[in-house]
């Protein structure tokens, strides 16, 4: 009864998300199609989504195009002996076809959001306390807007953030408006992590742009977000970041749709995170990640010669295991959320 509620109170937002996300997915696949058909590789099957096709179509170049009720993922299914006799770099360049086209998606959703709204910043006011943190140590409260710190203008939530994280373990002055009043209040942010114990509301403003500097900024704003997911991988394989703190498809979808609750620009953005992650994801080197099979003809052009078939399909299902239980693993994290 609970899902059937809450599917009714979020079923616009669901609808939504499933439409953007697989978006996502057809963009990434498009990306290995064309890529295929341009080095002149047959591609027998094109899918959206997985299990049983609900509907199914045979295009005049021979590939049938096909849709399962599972709105998840999709894949390319190409001649396999074809695709096996193409040369190192064609088979590089198809298995980078997918990632590059999240990456060219996710810069064209900010670069239309920067067209179409500005320069967005997240507003520095509070929205969630974490209880017994030094915020709520402090007296900060939901919707109270932090327009200072030791003297200097706070105009952003990123700005706020940076500079708590400059004094970790620093007794720390704010002034904060509160209901049209001004407080001045002292926080000390954690002197391991430089947090303080709350999120923002959610509350932007904006700053208008010229078409040419929107497109600057897209880019910029692209640019800047591959190099956060990269920095996070970094962290997680050398342990800065603890694997529990990993999220999965289950998080992914919440996140998605509560952005989704929140309007078409904040679900947008979000989109271009997703759609950049997945270009970070996919490249890296395990098979049957896209960087695998950069991997597989990286080796294949210095031998001269690619693996044997059998070993390649042995190295494939070995790391597919590995894959699968690692999504097993975060999916876990992602249940332990939602129960606690």
Known sequence: MLFFHWLSANGVNVLATLFLLGILIVVHEWGHFVAFRGFGVGVEVFAIGFGPAVWRRRLASGTELRIGPIPVGGYVKPDEEAARAARPVAKIAIALAGPVMNA???????????????????????????AESAAATAGLLPNDRIVAMEGSAIDTFESLAAAL??????????SVERAGTRLELVVTPDAASGRIGITHSGATWSRPLTPVAAVRYGVGEAWEL?????????????????????????????????????????????MAVISIALFVFNLLPIPPLDGGHVLFGLLEAARGRALAKRTEEWVQQGAFLLLIAFILFVSYNDVLRIVR
């Open 104 to 130: 060219v998606a996710g810069t064209l959703f900010l670069v239309a959001l920067a067209l179409t709204q500005g320069e967005v910043h997240t507003a520095p006011e509070v929205g969630k306390v974490v």
């Open 226 to 270: 591959t190099a956060r997911t990269v920095d996070g991988f970094v962290q997680l394989v050398t342990r800065k970041v603890d694997a529990s703190a990993v999220g999965g498809p289950i998080m992914i979808f919440q996140m998605a749709t509560q952005a989704a609750h929140f309007g078409l620009v904040t679900l947008v953005h979000f």
């Open 165 to 174: 994280h400059s004094r970790p373990g620093a007794a720390t002055r704010v």
